[in-house]
């Protein structure tokens, strides 16, 4: 996951039941029986076999880490067509320009007071340090507003640094609250006169490794150089700068490819009844390079084609369309734009669109768009839920994620599965993002949900357009 998707907490159950009592009453359609039973049977079977499994084994391991707009994004967009097929789905590639930005050197240490290595990594798109580094002193900021708080020329020829913490939450609140410090910190202290931007990762571990993610430049501030310092490493730099002036010498030498392509794979099982409408369900392929992208999205990947390979498997397909769509370089901000773009004609004609993108662990809960709420459809889906350890939510999705995020703004209701997210922003975005971190029966549940819910979407007339009962 990306970063701004975080920002939309619930709004609660107020504004929920508000907006429900506009959808209530509708004529929504009765699920039938024999559509509840073969989601439950495909829940089952995502409880009993492995295929979600195996296929991120095979993801982080025959292709491994996916940086967006690379060799290797390309070979995992290959080795996804194959595995797509063999799970029974049409399968194409759609590709789209992008500038990519690939990692090169990236060291610090501390010169003075105490001559100490740190450990840091170059956030997504920042710009290089001279070849053999910068040296300046650094200017600790404990919180982001301090840094914020900070006049003009207040760092002229400094090194910048944020020590804020991120908060850990079930819900990963925290890193939505932080992202900021990531996204808009370069720009913030390159206009305040830093030469260059360090930040306490956004992660909830105290391990010695770095959390990556892409910032974005703001226009008309100097482009300078920017990393994230393992959590012990902001601590250390916290101590010392408390003490007296601290020296910090730091080289990243990042490269970009303006004319590079992105590809997003895309497979299908036409609808037999209604193949004009879709039921989208998404995860992103590329992933940071650091790891390889086992939770970040991997995971996400696995789940959805795991659906798609489960009803591929059925006697026939459900009546409207299923698209598993695995995207490119989201990590870098391109994916649901270019998705949105490539498919303006086609936002009325996705009844629903769901994605996952926040690593392995169960699902706890089931945000479901506002025009389902206390509707047949929410009755038959949350009666599958209990046994599988989740529940309906009772506030409704507002925001499906970013691979999404415009298709949404396009008109298209999304559906948001709320994974258990305590220990995700420990790995996230670090080189410990890896298979063995992937519990399988925790997978498989994922897998169980959404597998019942994309059965139940696409074998029913249910409409899941708030303004259905409102509109012209
Ligand atoms: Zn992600």
Redesign the pocket.
Known sequence: ??GKDLFFASLGCAAWCALAGGAAGQAQPEIPAKTIETAAQLSQRALAGDWSYRFLESLTSEVGQRLAGTEAEARAAKWAVGKLRDAGLDVHTESFPMTAWIRGVETAEIVKPVPQRLVLTALGGSVATPPGGLEAEAVVFRTYSALLAAPPHALDGKIAVVTEHMVRAQDGAGYGAANPIRRAGPSEAARRGAVAYLHRSLGTDSHRLAHTGALNYADGAPRIPAAALANPDADQLERLAALGPVTIHVTLTPTENPNAQSITVVGELKGREKPDEIVLIGA?LD?WDLGTGAI??GA?DAIVAGVGHLIAALPQHPRRTVRVVLFGA??MDYSGAAYAKAHADEASKIVVAGET??GARPIYEVKLPVAVAKTPFAHAFGDLLPPLHALLARDPALHGG?DIAELQQAGVPVVSMQQNGLDYFDIHHTADDTFDKVDAGELAQNVAIWAAFTELAADTDVDFRQTHNTGP
């Open positions: 996951m990306r992103h992933s970040d999205d996400g989201e990590e993108d926040f970013s």
